[in-house]
């Protein structure tokens, strides 16, 4: 056994967290829509599968669209609708021509993509009245059924599952990694405010969640990516996990950058929302967990 | 990345599972851990026997006793003992802290005088590093060790000693130069547990038992031979110990977690369970996991670099909160059996509170996240 990322896939990430920092840093247009769709395109993210890459790869750059709360329909696209395309609609999706999303308890990511699938495999344009969700990078809707298509692919829940907990892991890194950065520089009493355990231990439980959901994250994508008969329960026990410790630590993280944390100026406040969002959308971690149990108590 | 075992792990996998098969009667199996470690003489037998099949010190170097096999075989070792609910090897401190420092450290005749004993349980060692004004602030030991020509002198107490009262040999820190400045006035030395001087009494502790023992040392004559690494060195010395408890531990603590989670799941699915308590026993599985793939990602690291990763410390921190949270899960699961019991999970749960204080507190392994892996402020 050898759980741990290749060269390739050390770099690949790399490459990725350099690229999100340049176009989306933590002082950019927070109100912007610009997604650099075909930039993605460009970079082949849009298509791992071309580069002969999988789905570990596509969770490791979910991380890191999550790590720069990416604004695009990446995960919608990527992470939950491509498993139901055909050959051609994948190939429109890796030229950058379409974004998809899924319905999911039938409100869907209806803003920012082309296509919804609904229905148990149908494609519809996503046409419907928009509602706003936790996440306004992330706009909800009513579809309206119209016009629809059957899809030649199959639903892949654990895949799904795994890309929302991939992108949960890097909130939850980034929250962290915010709240040591503010910890180290932030001053009172004459000290660093990091020097206080009080401070400092909520922090370091961040970073044991951080840690645990990675290790959970890498083994439901590398089940997902072989196809292992664990992917389901992985998956699941992944994204309750994950979703959980990224709410959590961005709340730690507002607690430790005091009042500057509950303004609307300090990015936090964006990731928080991303966390809830993640954590929201499909099951939730409580019914994700009797999932578990069901499989682990028959 | 592969989670799958390599052709060669497979069948040192199977080989094991065989063996442990042929080699471990029923009722030897599922003990509740505690005093049972040394107190049923089975324990030992046992622990011969893997030395016999080659199982103990598997990472050791051949010329020392050991396999000189990778990591990943200690950790299959360490999943299959857990599967099959089987005691650990008795020499617990001479495998995982005293062994490991006398290879790191030791002379070529103190590994060649002591190495092999530990794997064979001919011998068992215990730790003498706590004090009684010294638990998580080691280098504040007050035991002295006083150089008299060819012998250091020691005088002192120690205390949270695992194993003493049967143990032949204890690595001890004292303190060898009162003048010298904090981190190079200790000093590291094997001790003989039958040498004159030594007094070892039992330490009971909240659930009724004596695991622990206080150790007294008046004018124990120990040759400067068995010192360890340089006089004035022992604080660094101490840390491979330290390093190597937590980097081999891991896999310890999460295989007892398995054992006692695989019971859990037992007790669960002999009841008709609520979503509440459905949901709390995926909870504490789900942890388990994620230690477990932790202890993966955590050995990658170790094998590539040697030196165990910051990971092993939230190991350790996470693995004794969720066994105390399990342990109180279990009772509950129960039901009105639970205070009645006065067996398995009643121990454990008793047990587990020592789990957030022992081979560093919860407080101190926080701060050495906070300082040495986030990079935040000493907090003193």
Not at chain 1, 113 to 132: L, N
Not at chain 2, 15 to 42: C, H, M, S, T, V
Not at chain 2, 158 to 182: E, N, Q, T, Y
Request: negative net charge; proline residues 5%.
């Amino acid at each position: 056994m050898d759980f741990a990322l290749s060269e390739e896939q050390l770099e690949l990430k790399q490459a990725a967290r350099d690229w999100l920092a340049d176009r989306f840093p933590l002082d950019r247009d927070w109100e912007s829509t610009e997604d650099r769709w075909a930039e993605l395109a460009e970079l082949g993210w849009l298509d791992v599968a071309e580069a002969g890459l999988g789905f570990v790869e596509e969770a490791l750059l979910l991380e890191e669209l999550g790590y720069a709360c990416y604004p695009g329909p990446y995960i919608a696209t990527v992470g939950f609708a491509l498993p139901w395309l055909s050959a051609e609609q994948r190939a429109r999706v890796g030229a950058g021509e379409e974004r998809w999303s899924v319905d999911v308890d039938g409100v869907p990511w209806l803003g920012s993509v082309d296509f919804v699938v609904s229905d148990g495999g149908t494609a519809y344009p996503a046409r419907g009245q928009e509602v706003a969700s936790v996440d306004p990078s992330r706009p909800m809707g009513r579809l309206e059924k119209a016009d629809g298509e059957p899809l030649a692919g199959n639903r892949n829940l654990p895949r799904a599952r795994t890309a929302s907990a991939a992108e949960a892991l890097g909130v939850a890194q980034r929250a962290l990694d915010l709240g040591i950065e503010h910890a180290k520089t932030r001053l009172q009493f004459g000290k660093p405010i990091g020097t206080y355990q009080a401070v400092s231990h909520p922090l370091a439980q961040t970073y044991t969640d951080v840690e645990l959901a990675r290790s959970l994250v890498y083994w439901a994508a590398w089940c997902v990516a072989e196809g292992d008969e664990r992917a389901p329960i992985a998956a699941a026990a992944a994204t309750a996990f994950a979703t959980e410790a990224a709410v959590a630590a961005c709340e730690r993280s507002i607690q430790a950058h005091g009042g500057i944390g509950f303004t609307w100026e300090h990015p936090l406040h964006r990731f928080y929302k991303r966390a809830l969002w993640l954590e929201g959308f499909g099951a939730r971690p409580a019914e994700l967990r009797l999932e578990v149990a069901n499989a682990l108590l028959e | 990345m592969d989670l799958r075992d390599t052709p060669a792990e497979a069948e040192f996998r199977e080989e094991l599972r065989a063996w442990i098969d042929a080699n471990l009667p029923a009722e030897k199996r599922g003990g509740r851990g505690g005093a049972q470690r040394f107190e049923d003489p089975f324990v030992r037998e046992w622990s011969r026997k893997l030395y016999e099949a080659g199982y103990a010190g598997l990472t050791w170097p051949k010329e020392y006793g050991g396999a000189g096999a990778p990591y990943s075989f200690q950790a299959i070792l360490y999943e299959e003992l857990a599967a099959a609910q089987a005691a650990a090897h008795v020499g617990v401190i001479g495998l995982g802290m005293a062994g490991p420092t006398i290879i790191a450290h030791g002379t070529e005749e103190q590994k060649a005088r002591y190495l092999r004993p530990i794997l064979a349980a001919d011998e068992i060692w215990c730790q003498g590093f706590s004090e009684p004004d010294a638990g998580s602030d080691l280098a504040a030991v007050r035991t002295r060790a006083e150089r008299r020509g060819d012998v250091y002198a020691v005088n002192g107490q120690k205390v949270w000693s695992s194993f003493a009262h049967i143990a032949d040999f204890c690595i001890l820190v004292a303190r060898s130069d009162p003048g010298a400045p904090r981190y190079r006035n200790l000093t590291y030395l094997i001790v003989d547990m039958h040498a004159s001087g030594v007094e070892v009494r039992p330490l009971r502790q909240l659930t009724g038992e004596a695991e622990f023992n206080e150790i007294f040392f008046s004018d124990v004559e120990v040759p400067v031979e068995n010192r360890l690494g340089d006089e004035g060195e022992g604080w660094q010395v101490a840390m491979t110990t330290l390093l190597h408890e937590r980097a081999t531990l891991g896999f310890a603590f999460t295989a007892t977690l398995d054992a006692t989670v695989g019971r859990l799941l037992e007790e669960a699915r002999e009841r008709e369970l609520g979503p509440r308590l459905r949901e709390a026993v995926a909870r504490e599985w789900i942890e388990l996991q994620a230690l477990r793939y932790t202890n993966y990602r955590a050995l990658g690291a170790y094998e590539r670099t040697g030196v165990p990763g910051p990971e092993g410390s939230a190991v350790k921190l996470r693995w004794s909160e969720a066994n105390q949270r399990l342990t109180k899960l279990a009772r509950e699961l129960l039901g009105p059996e639970g205070i009645l019991d006065d067996g398995w999970w009643n121990h454990q749960q008793l047990r587990s509170r020592g789990n957030t204080i022992e081979a560093g507190t919860s407080e101190v392994l926080r701060n050495i996240i906070a300082e040495r892996v986030l990079g935040l402020p000493r907090s003193r």
